[in-house]
């Protein structure tokens, strides 16, 4: 089966277990390229473009690249909308998703708090348009040296997606409620926090793991909402030891 979604493929067919990448809001799968150097030589990376963003369109199936990654069971990672998609794909199949790690993800915003967040993101990409609203983004979320190295890339994936396609995807991820989904989740999951992320502080990763059977909670020191961009040698060192352990499992 070949899937509509766009992903770009990195590094060698090792026999160690496939690794799905799934980006934020808003982002593409280039937000990984920052860690790729980390993690290519041991693993087989599939850099994916969520439904709606990038190159792949609305309505394609995330599940389909479960297929595209090959028989072996696969590790997904995701980050801040990813994220929340990893967990939601890990309880819809089981017996194809090795281990998660979520970062910067939520399980459900209680109701005050996903009004206002959505309200005020849509009125603000609507009011600045999505080429200021992208450098507002870049500015307020990435670590200075982040905002040097790979903010201008992000800058410009984030400027160019349509507002109806951001506002709509917005309306997803803002949306969004796993606990009815947590209790299918069988396989471990690494919960990352950024140290310095007030967008989803730790609470919200406490909140995800109460609902699993088997989490663990790290944090990812001088890393905002974004760690995998903020910090790529501290994140990446993170997954692959939660890998090693979770191969075994």
């Known amino acids: 089966m070949t899937s509509r979604l766009f992903a770009e493929v990195i590094g060698p067919h090792s026999g160690e277990a496939p690794v799905l990448?799934?980006?934020?809001?808003?982002l593409d799968h280039t937000m990984w390229h920052p860690c790729a150097p980390f993690l290519a030589p041991d693993r087989r990376l599939l850099l994916a473009d969520l439904p709606g963003h990038g190159r792949s369109p609305a309505s394609a199936e995330l599940a389909a690249l479960l297929d595209d990654a090959g028989p072996a069971m696969v590790h997904v990672v995701g980050v801040s909308l990813g994220g929340n998609e990893a967990?939601?794909?890990a309880a819809g199949h089981p017996g194809r998703v090795r281990s998660?790690?979520?970062s910067g993800s939520f399980a459900f915003l209680d109701a005050p708090e996903r009004v206002t967040k959505l309200a005020a993101t849509v009125e603000r990409a609507s009011a600045q348009g999505m080429a200021a609203f992208a450098d507002a983004y870049i500015r307020e979320t990435l670590a200075p040296e982040a905002r040097t190295s790979a903010g201008p890339r992000l800058r410009e994936v984030l400027a160019g997606t349509p507002l109806e396609a951001y506002t709509t995807a917005a309306r997803r991820c803002f949306g969004t409620d796993l606990r009815p989904l947590l209790p299918e989740v069988r396989c471990?999951?690494?919960?990352?926090?950024?140290?310095?992320?007030t967008r989803t502080p730790r609470s919200h990763a406490e909140r995800i793991a109460t609902g699993l059977a088997h989490a663990e909670i790290q944090e990812i020191p001088g890393a905002g909402h974004l760690a995998n961009v903020d910090a790529p040698r501290h994140f990446s060192a993170a997954l692959q030891a939660f890998w090693s352990e979770a191969d075994h499992w």
């Open 87 to 89: 967990l939601a794909l």
């Open 100 to 102: 998660v790690t979520a």
């Open 188 to 197: 471990p999951v690494l919960l990352l926090v950024g140290e310095h992320d």
């Open 21 to 26: 990448l799934l980006h934020s809001l808003g």
